[in-house]
């Protein structure tokens, strides 16, 4: 063969052994799989609503009426109270956040109101209601009260014939309240 043309035939193998050797050295490496199992425990949820009589509610006027003023146990213009409901997180292992509002109230005299405090500042409206937080594992029952007021008067006549009217069926007023607490996320400590 002659040397002109051995020439480019050897610098041809000379890249092939390259490459092939480069080929190699890219796949030539320690690879190693290792496998570890964790575990997390899910925190429980047991926030309840804790009214020890089935559920119900006993709304309670705030003071005493005079019986000369007013029948025990019988609300009209000019009287107020609050309705107590027990809740619970004593089980829950997460913080949460709870709203409470009636929801269903049937005889409700129109002047009426309720209120997320004992001032009657706030009232209960579709966007307001009573909010609150229980830590997780609260140790206790926590007494939440939702207000009322029938106020006695606003200086207009249209107020007193409301009054009136409501007075005149006597009727007795129920409430259905909801009750709802959420999980509060969870938040890193640093």
């Given at each position: 063969?002659?040397?002109?043309?051995?020439a480019p035939i050897v610098v041809l193998v000379a890249i092939a052994v390259?490459?092939?050797?480069?080929?190699?050295?890219?796949?030539?490496?320690?690879?190693?799989?290792?496998?570890?199992?964790?575990?997390?425990?899910?925190?429980?949820?047991?926030?309840?609503?804790?009214?020890?009589?089935?559920?119900?509610?006993?709304?309670?006027?705030?003071?005493?009426?005079?019986?000369?003023?007013?029948?025990?146990?019988?609300?009209?213009?000019?009287?107020?109270?609050?309705?107590?409901?027990?809740?619970?997180?004593?089980?829950?292992?997460?913080?949460?956040?709870?709203?409470?509002?009636?929801?269903?109230?049937?005889?409700?005299?129109?002047?009426l109101k309720f209120y997320t405090d004992a001032a009657h500042q706030n009232?209960?409206?579709?966007?307001?209601?009573?909010?609150?937080?229980?830590?997780?594992?609260?140790?206790?029952?926590?007494?939440?009260?939702?207000?009322?007021?029938?106020?006695?008067?606003?200086?207009?006549?249209?107020?007193?014939?409301?009054?009136?009217?409501?007075?005149?069926?006597?009727?007795?007023?129920?409430?259905?309240?909801?009750?709802?607490?959420?999980?509060?996320?969870?938040?890193?400590?640093?």
């Amino acid at each position: 063969m002659n040397k002109k043309k051995a020439a480019p035939i050897v610098v041809l193998v000379a890249i092939a052994v390259t490459a092939l050797g480069l080929a190699a050295a890219v796949y030539a490496k320690y690879v190693s799989r290792i496998t570890r199992t964790g575990s997390a425990t899910v925190a429980k949820w047991a926030f309840t609503e804790d009214n020890s009589s089935e559920g119900t509610v006993t709304c309670e006027l705030d003071r005493t009426y005079n019986t000369n003023t007013l029948v025990d146990g019988k609300i009209a213009p000019g009287t107020s109270g609050y309705c107590p409901i027990e809740i619970s997180n004593a089980n829950t292992e997460v913080a949460v956040d709870f709203e409470i509002a009636p929801s269903t109230v049937t005889n409700q005299p129109e002047n009426l109101k309720f209120y997320t405090d004992a001032a009657h500042q706030n009232e209960i409206t579709g966007s307001t209601k009573v909010t609150g937080r229980l830590l997780p594992n609260a140790a206790n029952t926590t007494t939440v009260n939702v207000y009322w007021n029938w106020a006695y008067e606003d200086g207009t006549y249209a107020y007193d014939t409301k009054d009136t009217a409501d007075g005149a069926t006597g009727s007795t007023m129920t409430i259905t309240f909801d009750v709802i607490g959420t999980q509060v996320q969870p938040t890193p400590t640093n």
